[in-house]
C-alpha cells in the first residue's frame, strides 16, 4: 500500500520488558513523527526525524524510550523495562516537506500497546 | 498554557444537520497553520483540511469548511449535511512557522461526534 505502515497493531507485554515498535513511511516522505495517544486523549509528541539528521527528542517522557530512523526511512521506537502507564496508541505519521507550514501529517494505523 | 483548546468533549447532532466544532489556539508566530482531523473508531487519523495563518479565505473541502477567524484565534471547523459516517473523534492541530515543523503538529484534546439518525 501507499500509506505509513506499522507493525505490530497490537502488543501486549509484562511488565518489565523491552518492546520495539515499526514504523514505514510513505516512499520519499523525508519527514517522520512518533506520537501516543492515551485512552481518550489527544496526542502527545514524542520524536521527530527528518532525513538523515539528528532526531528532535525533546518529547520523549523518560530515557526508557528511544528511536532510530534507518537509511532515512523505517523507524524504530523501543520502549525499555516497560511501565503499566506506557499503554497506549503508538502513532507514526510522516509527511512530504518540514518547511512549508501546510503539508500535513499521514498516519498509520497505530500500534495499541498493552503493558500487564 | 494550552495552544490548541477544543471546548467540546461530546457532541450529539442530527443527522442532515450542519454541525461546527470549536477549536482556539494560541501562537505569537505570524506564521502558522491549522488543520482539522478525525479518527473513526477504527483508530486511524484521517487528514480533512488546512488553513494557513496568510491564506485570505476559508478553506474548503466538500462538506468541510474552516471558519477562520484570526484575530479570535478561531478556527472552527463545518461539516455541513452531517452523515452518520461523521460520527468520530475530531481533532484540530496547529504547526508554527519557527520550527520549520520539526515539532509536527500540537494537538487539541478533541471532540466526539455523534450523528443521530
Known amino acids: 500500500g501507499a500509506g505509513v505502515s506499522q507493525s505490530p497493531s497490537n502488543k501486549v507485554t509484562e511488565k518489565g520488558k523491552d518492546v520495539e515498535l515499526r514504523c514505514d513511511p510513505i516512499?520519499?516522505?523525508?519527514?517522520l513523527y512518533w506520537y501516543r495517544q492515551s485512552l481518550g486523549q489527544g496526542l502527545e509528541f514524542l520524536i521527530y526525524?527528518?532525513?538523515?539528521?539528528?532526531?528532535?527528542k525533546s518529547g520523549l517522557p523518560s530515557d526508557r524510550f528511544s528511536a532510530e530512523r534507518t537509511g532515512g526511512s523505517v523507524s524504530t521506537l523501543t520502549i525499555q523495562r516497560t511501565q503499566q502507564e506506557d499503554s497506549a496508541v503508538y502513532l507514526c505519521?510522516?509527511?512530504?516537506?518540514?518547511?512549508?507550514?501546510?503539508?500535513?501529517?499521514?498516519f498509520g494505523n497505530g500500534t495499541r500497546l498493552t503493558v500487564t | 498554557a494550552q495552544k490548541i483548546t477544543q471546548t467540546q468533549p461530546g457532541m450529539f447532532v442530527q443527522e442532515k444537520e450542519a454541525v461546527t466544532l470549536d477549536c482556539t489556539y494560541d501562537?505569537?508566530?505570524?506564521?502558522?497553520?491549522l488543520f482539522w482531523y478525525k479518527q473513526p473508531s477504527s483508530g486511524e487519523m484521517i487528514f480533512l483540511i488546512y488553513?494557513?495563518?496568510?491564506?485570505?479565505q476559508n478553506a474548503t473541502e466538500g462538506r468541510y469548511s474552516l471558519n477562520f477567524q484570526k484575530a479570535r484565534k478561531s478556527a472552527n471547523l463545518v461539516i455541513s449535511a452531517s452523515q452518520l459516517g461523521d460520527s468520530a473523534m475530531y481533532f484540530c492541530?496547529?504547526?508554527?512557522?519557527?520550527?520549520?515543523?520539526?515539532?509536527?503538529?500540537?494537538f487539541g484534546k478533541g471532540t466526539h461526534l455523534i450523528i443521530q439518525p
Open positions: 505519521a510522516s509527511s512530504s516537506d518540514r518547511t512549508t507550514n501546510n503539508s500535513p501529517l499521514h
Open positions: 516512499s520519499g516522505h523525508t519527514a
Open positions: 526525524f527528518q532525513g538523515n539528521s539528528a532526531p528532535d
Open positions: 501562537t505569537s508566530d505570524p506564521s502558522y497553520g
Open positions: 488553513q494557513g495563518s496568510y491564506d485570505q
Open positions: 492541530a496547529m504547526r508554527e512557522g519557527s520550527r520549520g515543523g520539526a515539532d509536527g503538529l500540537t
